[in-house]
């Protein structure tokens, strides 16, 4: 079983379990849950084989396929992104904070680098803005 200790083993169900309890939260967290949805597929995606091969081929398919789906589990609140998002300067700082989080963290278990992260930080969320400006 491929296991490096990726933050979404922890992001993932804590931001979840947050979404889903707190909807007073789901502005904020919304995006943050689009970001860790992208950024966990593209990254998965690059670690394929490696997931495959480190262990049986039906343990590492499961677990290659498993790691996608609950990355994407996460896009599914995009049908609560015209309800709940909107612009503010929470969702500003916490796209800062994720940023400093990424260039401070001496640990980064990922293929990916972190200049690769901030590319895909900033594609995710200019569409995000954009779009609440489109529809509204």
């Not at 919304?30 to 998965?44: C, N, P, R």
């Not at 790691?67 to 015209?82: A, D, N």
């Not at 500003?92 to 640990?107: D, K, R, S």
Request: charged fraction near 10%; glycine fraction near 2%.
């Amino acid at each position: 079983m491929y296991f490096n200790f990726e933050f979404s083993y922890i992001l993932i169900p804590l931001i979840l379990i947050l979404y889903i309890f707190i909807k007073k939260l789901r502005k904020y967290l919304m995006y943050t849950l689009i970001l860790i949805a992208t950024f966990g597929i593209i990254e998965t995606a690059f670690v394929k084989n490696k997931i495959i091969n480190s262990s049986n081929k039906l343990i590492g398919n499961l677990q290659f396929y498993f790691t996608i789906l609950s990355h994407f589990i996460l896009y599914f609140s995009l049908v609560e992104y015209k309800k709940y998002y909107s612009p503010n300067l929470i969702c500003i700082l916490l796209f800062i904070i994720i940023n400093l989080f990424v260039l401070l963290v001496p640990y980064w278990p990922y293929n990916l680098t972190k200049n690769d992260f901030y590319i895909i930080n900033f594609m995710c969320y200019l569409p995000f803005l954009l779009l609440y400006y489109i529809i509204n």
